[in-house]
Each structure stands twice: as C-alpha cells, then as structure tokens.
C-alpha cells in the first residue's frame, strides 16, 4: 500500500505570526514534522501543501520534491477545512499521476511525534481488521468533562451543561468525584491522522465510527497556538535531544 504523508502550512496565522516557519531551536518550526516524516520509513511520499511561494523558497532547502504544487488561495483560509486540504492535495498528486493507497496529515505545529510513532500509527491501521482511519489520542485526566464547570453571566459556577435545555429546572451538583474513580478519558491530540483514501473520499473526515484509536504520551501531543507553547516545545524538543526524554 502507498502512503502520502501531507503537512499543512498556509501563510496566514493569527496567535503567532508566520507560526509554521517560526524559529524553533534553532530551525523552522515545519522542519521538525518535515525530518520526522522523512525519517518515517512507512511514508512513500512526503509534500507540503501551502498556498505560500514565500515558505516554498524558505523550505526548498528541504527538499525540493515537498513542493509539487502551490495550494489555491480558496483551499487557504482561516475556515478552510482540512477536507479540502486533503482532497485537493490528492486530486494534484493524482493529476501528476500518483496515486496513494492511505494518507496521513502531520500538522508542523505538532513537533514532538517521532519517525517510530508515525511509523507504528500506519502498520497499526494497515493490520486493523476493520479500521479504516485512526487519530492519535492521549488520555488526560486534569481536564476530564466530567470535571468541567460553566461560568454563569451571574458569576454562578455551574457544572459545564447542566443548564442546556433547561427552563425552570435547577442545575444538579453532583459534587467533586476523584480522579481515580473516573473512567478514563481521551482526547484527540491533533498531531497525527490517517485515513484509507478511498474512504477519506467518501466520509471527507478522520473522525466516525471507523475510526481507531493510537493512544500517544501527553507530552508528545504538544500543539503551539501561543508563544507559550513555543516555549514549553522548545524544552521538550531539548531535553529529547539530549536524552533525557
């Protein structure tokens, strides 16, 4: 089976400017999700999809080939969904007469997965019986819903969703339950997804009841939408290099 490993990187970003290209120890943010991809033996094919001749030149130093075409500026957005990201993407490969079997989207502003990780999700839905897409997902139990509360235009601290749909009726409070009696919950963590391309085609979705689970480390799952985050990434990105992670 074919795989074609696709980063998004469209020029515009509104929480840090040039986010995907922004210097990250030392190197290009994308650089990170560009080497673990390369490094990733299951990945046939690897191309950037971005509506920007300006990151184009910045990155061709990795690679010339990551370039195969420019993304149309109605695919680059800020409410652009990534269906059509995705679609477009695999229609020019196609046109260029290339066709994949399975893709998988590595987002740059996830730097932290490894070429292992990467290449562990696609055998895993390779050797899935009935899976036909999988997203990575990390368990984390200090932001459970079961813990979540709503802030009232009152100030009134309500438990998140007890009003929705209510009328006359109190919101119940079933008080503050341990962490370890609650089943575990999982939340997707944006850093890898992966579909069969013919069900892609069909469903335009990572996400229905085809869909497997590949639980990662939570500090693996990193996503910089704030200079704190870039900090925080950095640290990780160090510490890894040097061993310690």
């Known amino acids: 089976m074919k795989v074609l490993g696709i980063i998004p ?7 840090i400017k040039d986010k995907n290209v922004i210097k990250c120890n030392g190197k290009p943010l994308i650089y990170w999700t560009i080497e673990a ?9 690897l191309i950037v999809s971005t509506d920007s001749l300006r990151y184009r030149d910045m990155l061709e130093q990795f690679g010339k080939d990551l370039f195969p075409f420019i993304r149309p500026e109605k695919f680059a957005k800020d409410k652009s969904p990534s269906a059509e990201v995705v679609i477009h993407a695999l229609d020019k490969m196609a ?13 740059p502003t996830s730097p932290i997965r490894t070429p292992e990780q990467i290449n562990e999700v696609i055998q895993l839905l390779k050797s899935a019986p009935k899976a036909r897409a999988m997203v990575s997902v990390v368990e ?7 813990l979540a509360f709503e802030v009232q235009k ?18 119940s409070y079933p008080g503050h339950p341990r962490r370890q009696a609650l089943r575990p919950a ?6 890898i997804y992966l579909s069969y391309v013919d069900t892609y085609r069909e469903r335009l979705s990572f ?3 085809l869909t497997a689970a590949y639980r990662a480390e939570s500090w693996q799952s990193d996503e910089i939408d704030e200079p704190a985050d870039l900090i925080r990434v950095e640290a990780i990105l160090k ?4 061993g310690r992670l």
Do not use: C, W
């Open 207 to 209: 996400n229905h009841e």
């Open 9 to 15: 990187a469209r020029e515009g970003s509104k929480g």
């Open 186 to 191: 999982f939340f997707m963590s944006g850093d």
């Open 37 to 45: 991809a390369r490094k990733a033996k299951e990945i046939d094919r």
């Open 140 to 146: 984390d139990s200090n932001h459970h819903p079961l």
């Open 154 to 171: 009152s100030g009134q601290l309500v438990p998140y969703g007890s009003l929705t749909g209510a009328t006359s009726a109190e919101p």
């Open 239 to 242: 510490a890894r290099q040097e």
């Open 95 to 107: 046109e260029l007469g290339e066709e994949f079997d399975i893709v998988i989207l590595l987002e």
